[in-house]
């Protein structure tokens, strides 16, 4: 394993590009916003008090990249919980320890928040996927339900 070449840091707005092509290793499908519309979204994004996208390099190149959205509460005595979205690896860097590197900088900023909780979901179905989560400290503990407005995303 290699992530202490990894540099975390929270994403900017320089960063813009660089987040919209790891996401094509998401899903190359997916639809990208206009370049107008991505940076309405990601001003809007910075703004939210506590959340980060943070993005990963390598040799100043943007290897992977996680959301976390820090959501206010009402229970757990007022603290908030984190949910993390969107984890991502650029294919050309995965299994070298980085992706979970990066969930643990997100849990890590979670519980600077006073985050009572973390959370994250994925659609994968791949062992290796599930197993990774897993490895990264994250259990299937809970039993998510969605309702979508655009197609689950298709697993290679």
Same mark, same amino acid.
């Given at each position: 394993?290699?992530?202490?070449?990894?540099?975390?840091?929270?994403?900017?707005?320089?960063?813009?590009?660089?987040?919209?092509?790891?996401?094509?290793?998401?899903?190359?499908?997916?639809?990208?916003?206009?370049?107008?519309?991505?940076?309405?979204?990601?001003?809007?994004?910075?703004?939210?008090?506590?959340?980060?996208?943070?993005?990963?390099?390598?040799?100043?190149?943007?290897?992977?990249?996680?959301?976390?959205?820090?959501?206010?509460?009402?229970?757990?005595?007022?603290?908030?919980?984190?949910?993390?979205?969107?984890?991502? @690896? %650029? /294919?050309?860097? $995965? *299994?070298?320890? +980085?992706?979970?590197? &990066?969930?643990?900088?997100? @849990? %890590? /900023?979670?519980? $600077? *928040?006073?985050? +009572?909780?973390?959370? &994250?979901?994925?659609?994968?179905?791949?062992?290796?996927?599930?197993?990774?989560?897993?490895?990264?400290?994250?259990?299937?503990?809970?039993?998510?339900?969605?309702?979508?407005?655009?197609?689950?995303?298709?697993?290679?």
């Amino acid at each position: 394993m290699d992530h202490h070449r990894l540099q975390i840091r929270p994403a900017e707005r320089g960063d813009l590009g660089a987040l919209l092509d790891l996401y094509r290793h998401l899903d190359p499908e997916d639809a990208r916003p206009t370049p107008g519309q991505a940076a309405a979204i990601l001003e809007r994004f910075l703004r939210y008090p506590g959340s980060v996208i943070l993005l990963g390099e390598v040799d100043g190149r943007p290897a992977c990249s996680c959301t976390l959205v820090v959501i206010p509460n009402l229970t757990r005595g007022g603290r908030p919980y984190g949910l993390i979205e969107n984890v991502v @690896t %650029d /294919a050309t860097f $995965r *299994q070298r320890g +980085y992706g979970r590197a &990066l969930l643990d900088a997100a @849990t %890590d /900023a979670a519980w $600077r *928040q006073d985050c +009572y909780k973390v959370m &994250l979901m994925t659609g994968s179905k791949t062992p290796a996927t599930l197993a990774f989560y897993a490895g990264a400290g994250f259990e299937p503990s809970k039993t998510g339900f969605q309702k979508r407005r655009l197609p689950v995303r298709k697993e290679p």
